[in-house]
Nanobody
Framework: QVQLVESGGGLVQAGGSVRLSCAAS????????MAWFRRAPGKEREFVAK????????YYADSVKGRFTMSRDNNKNTVYLQMNSLKPEDTAVYYC??????????WGQGTQVTVSS
C-alpha cells in the first residue's frame, strides 16, 4: 500500500528555520514527481514546491522562492523541505504528495508548522 508520512513540523519563531521530511512507501520512487503543498486555516490548498522525476528539476512557488529548498533522496525514498526565514504567513499544515502522471495520486496526512511573531 502506498503511504506518505510527513514529519518535522512544529512551532518556530519568525525568521527561524525548520526542516520537513516525507517518507514514501512507494515502488519506483524515482519515477514519481514529488511535491509539497500547504493549507492555512480557512484557505485553499497552495502549491509550495515540486521535484520532478529522474532527470527533472525543482520548482518553487514565488512566495517561498529563495527561502525554501526542496530535495529528494531516491535511495531513501524520502523528500525534504528546508524552510528558512520563516514568516507568520507560512503557518499551515504542510502536505507531501506524489504524482505518477499529471495528477497527484497520493497524499500524506500533513504536519503542522506554526510561525510565531
Amino acid at each position: 500500500q502506498v503511504q506518505l508520512v510527513e514529519s518535522g513540523g512544529g512551532l518556530v519563531q519568525a525568521g527561524g528555520s525548520v526542516r520537513l521530511s516525507c517518507a514514501a512507501s512507494i515502488g519506483l520512487f524515482s519515477t514519481y514527481t514529488m511535491a509539497w503543498f500547504r493549507r492555512a486555516p480557512g484557505k485553499e490548498r497552495e502549491f509550495v514546491a515540486k521535484s520532478m522525476r529522474s532527470g527533472g528539476n525543482t520548482y518553487y512557488a514565488d512566495s517561498v522562492k529563495g527561502r525554501f529548498t526542496m530535495s529528494r533522496d531516491n535511495n531513501k525514498n524520502t523528500v525534504y523541505l528546508q524552510m528558512n526565514s520563516l514568516k507568520p504567513e507560512d503557518t499551515a499544515v504542510y502536505y507531501c504528495a506524489a504524482a505518477r502522471r499529471l495528477a497527484y495520486d497520493y497524499w500524506g496526512q500533513g504536519t503542522q508548522v506554526t510561525v510565531s511573531s
